[in-house]
């Protein structure tokens, strides 16, 4: 019989994200957008349609510019995530929806670091047909 205990572990466990914890996420840092956006318990198993809500209210409050300075830093820590939940999320839920109003693009860009900033502008060439301007 053989020992296990010199073996060497060749594999790294990475946490997978659910629903529940992405949408959590969003509500931890913007609990004032809660009742807009999860008003019951169902919302959360689904963060899609929570972020494609949450992407319209930045729309909405693109006149705040502290609130569009902590979304874009949100933004910036889902795309370091690398889940492939957060990533699908991020890309096509928060960043199309923000994406589709080019002022509102342009304003969150300005303060994204370089990767978050690839992603936006790869989501304007891509869906909106549009190449950003920085």
């Given at each position: 019989?053989?020992?296990?205990?010199n073996k060497?572990?060749?594999?790294?466990?990475?946490?997978?994200?659910?629903?529940r914890?992405?949408v959590?996420?969003l509500?931890?840092?913007?609990?004032?957008v809660r009742?807009?956006?999860?008003?019951?318990?169902?919302?959360?198993?689904?963060?899609?349609?929570?972020?494609?809500?949450?992407?319209r209210?930045?729309?909405?409050r693109?006149?705040?510019?502290a609130?569009?300075?902590?979304?874009?830093?949100?933004?910036?820590?889902?795309?370091?995530?690398?889940?492939?939940?957060?990533q699908e999320?991020?890309?096509?839920?928060?960043?199309?929806?923000?994406?589709?109003d080019?002022?509102?693009?342009?304003?969150?860009?300005?303060?994204l670091?370089p990767?978050?900033?690839?992603?936006?502008?790869?989501?304007?060439?891509?869906?909106?047909?549009?190449?950003?301007?920085?």
């Amino acid at each position: 019989m053989s020992s296990d205990k010199n073996k060497e572990v060749d594999f790294v466990l990475v946490h997978r994200m659910t629903d529940r914890e992405l949408v959590r996420q969003l509500l931890d840092r913007f609990p004032n957008v809660r009742e807009f956006l999860c008003p019951g318990e169902d919302c959360f198993d689904l963060s899609t349609v929570v972020y494609d809500s949450f992407a319209r209210i930045v729309i909405q409050r693109s006149y705040d510019p502290a609130f569009i300075e902590s979304v874009a830093s949100f933004i910036d820590e889902l795309a370091e995530n690398k889940s492939s939940l957060v990533q699908e999320v991020l890309i096509t839920c928060l960043l199309e929806g923000i994406a589709a109003d080019e002022r509102v693009a342009r304003m969150i860009e300005r303060t994204l670091t370089p990767h978050s900033r690839s992603l936006l502008h790869e989501v304007e060439v891509k869906i909106y047909g549009r190449a950003p301007m920085g």
